[in-house]
Nanobody, 123 residues
Framework: QVQLVESGGGLVQAGGSLRLSCAAS????????MGWFRQAPGKERELVAAISWSHGSTYYADSVKGRFTASGDNLKNTLYLQMNSLKPEDTAHYYC????????????????WGQGTQVTVSS
């Protein structure tokens, strides 16, 4: 059974940084894509960043390019999201997901999800 466990969320002031971590168990992730989605109240879940190790590609949403960096180790089944220059609009529940490669840009098709971690950015 695949499990994804996120950690690292919290409350931070605008301009600050946070680092999210995701640990996967139950499956080797090298043949898949791992990504970070976020969902704010009243909004749809959106893909923020993702890595497809088998295709050697990384994706970032336009809203986070230059501020967020996704990294990971497919041998250790881990994914990270370094978030710098945080803005109040980055406030959301952040979810780690495991899905097919090449990666999908919508939540549909991502088969495994963590419980998420809350990120709150105060102005």
């Amino acid at each position: 059974q695949v499990q994804l466990v996120e950690s690292g969320g919290g409350l931070v002031q605008a301009g600050g940084s946070l680092r999210l971590s995701c640990a996967a168990s139950g499956r080797t992730v090298g043949a898949y894509a791992m990504g970070w989605f976020r969902q704010a109240p009243g909004k749809e879940r959106e893909l923020v960043a993702a890595i497809s190790w088998s295709h050697g590609s990384t994706y970032y949403a336009d809203s986070v390019k230059g501020r967020f960096t996704a990294s990971g180790d497919n041998l250790k089944n881990t994914l990270y999201l370094q978030m710098n220059s945080l803005k109040p609009e980055d406030t959301a529940h952040y979810y780690c997901a495991l899905g097919p490669s090449p990666l999908r840009f919508t939540p549909t098709g991502w088969g495994y999800w963590g419980q998420g971690t809350q990120v709150t950015v105060s102005s």
